[in-house]
């Protein structure tokens, strides 16, 4: 695929996370992520608390629960349960990943991260870039 073909892609995909990170019920951050294999979507997340919990991520004072699970990692965890693998896959995600997500997309198999944006903390990626990952920040609508 020619880079400005893949750069459309790209961008496609991140707008499809975009709109899904809208399905989290988090207050704070809405993420949203999407594996791609072979063309095609083979796996989503959103941020959110684990099945059978109350949708609320935040207590009180604004502070996020410890249980919420991150939309990468509920994206791996469902494909996870199908019959598909996140092996050679890409996955978009509209925050880039924490350090503890970049463990399990890289034992998960993923071979490329597109992100719009950053984290503040970045060893995550670095990690990702150290292990042969090709990571790459996308802006939506440029």
């Known amino acids: 695929m020619t880079s400005e073909k893949q750069e459309r892609y ?3 995909y991140l707008l499809m996370a975009t709109e899904w990170a809208k399905l989290s019920h988090c207050t704070r951050k809405k993420v949203g992520a999407l594996l791609v ?4 979507i083979i796996s989503d997340g959103y941020n959110g ?3 059978g919990f109350a949708n609320d991520c935040e207590d009180h004072e604004g502070n996020t629960h410890w249980y919420v ?3 990468e990692a509920n994206a ?3 494909v996870a349960r199908s ?4 092996k ?3 996955l978009y995600i509209t925050l880039s990943p924490c350090k503890d997500c970049c463990k399990l997309i890289l ?3 993923i071979k490329r991260v597109v992100y719009v944006h950053e984290y503040k903390d970045t060893t995550g990626l670095d990690f990702l870039r150290k292990a042969g990952l090709e990571v790459d920040n996308r802006l939506v609508g440029q």
Not at 37 to 40: E, N, P, Q, S, V
Not at 83 to 86: K, L, M, W
Request: no cysteine; glycine share 8%; aromatic share 0%.
């Open 69 to 71: 699970l991150h939309a």
């Open 76 to 78: 791996i965890m469902k």
């Open 10 to 12: 790209d961008r496609a």
């Open 49 to 51: 608390t684990p099945s």
């Open 83 to 86: 019959t598909n693998n996140a």
């Open 37 to 40: 294999k072979d063309g095609m």
């Open 88 to 90: 050679d896959s890409t």
């Open 107 to 109: 034992q998960a198999g």
